[in-house]
């Protein structure tokens, strides 16, 4: 089975903070996502990368960094934490990194952040 | 932006009964559609994925597709309370900002009522 592991469940941070959440993925994936999940606004795509040190912004990218130093780790970033990024937050992960069937996305069991 | 449409519901079906939920999507240029059930505080997890127009079935799930008509449903035949859940509808496509992500709709809250 699939296994993506969102190191850190519940946080609660002050504004202003540095915040990482960590995610690993334990099946040789090239593609890595990280979403955040609001009520009434659905998963919105935050950063992805399709292999090592490699990024691109989402949808939604605007105070958020990420960083993927190993296939299997990829991490977010909020330079600065604000109240608007409490959220949760999921970590995924595919493969391959091509066009076509099969490639599902996988989800970790999310991290809960809220900022005061 | 590429649009997934989706009722937010709820619905709400007797135990037993069919559940009938339905997705549009914006782009013809769409390639992949799945469906993932989420429990309230949990995460999106894959129940179906379809790719080629046409029914697949699945246990009591089936999805169907419409390219033409660019839409996706899902059925649950046999509708038990722990069917009760939001169901995402997600569809994969290539753009320049997202790459191959997938886009999700906003998802539709299913209540089975025993």
């Known amino acids: 089975d699939v296994k993506v592991t969102q190191s850190s469940r519940y946080l609660v941070k002050r504004t202003g903070e540095k915040v990482f959440l960590e995610c690993v993925q334990d099946?040789?994936?090239?593609?890595m996502f990280w979403y955040r999940q609001d009520p009434g606004l659905g998963l919105r795509l935050i950063y992805f990368?399709?292999?090592?040190?490699?990024?691109e912004k989402g949808d939604i990218p605007e105070g958020y960094s990420v960083s993927r130093e190993k296939k299997e780790r990829f991490s977010l970033i909020l330079e600065s934490a604000s109240t608007n990024q409490t959220s949760m937050y999921l970590c995924?992960?595919?493969?391959?990194?091509?066009?076509?069937?099969?490639?599902?996305?996988?989800f970790g069991e999310g991290s809960w952040l809220t900022v005061v | 932006q590429k649009e997934v449409e989706q009722n937010s519901g709820p619905l709400s079906v007797p135990e037993g009964a069919i559940a009938s939920l339905n997705c549009t999507y914006s782009d013809r240029g769409s390639q992949s559609f799945f469906w993932y059930r989420q429990y309230s505080g949990k995460s999106p997890e894959l129940i179906m994925s379809i790719y080629s127009n046409g029914d697949k079935e699945d246990g009591r799930f089936t999805a169907q597709l419409n390219k033409a008509s660019q839409y996706v449903s899902l059925l649950i035949r046999d509708s038990q309370p722990s069917d009760s859940a939001t169901y995402l509808c997600a569809v994969k496509l290539w753009d320049s900002n997202s790459g191959y992500a997938l886009n999700f709709g906003k998802g539709t809250s299913l209540l089975v009522t025993p």
């Open positions: 099946m040789d994936h090239e593609n």
């Open positions: 995924a992960s595919s493969f391959p990194r091509t066009v076509g069937t099969g490639n599902t996305i996988y």
């Open positions: 990368s399709y292999d090592v040190k490699m990024k």
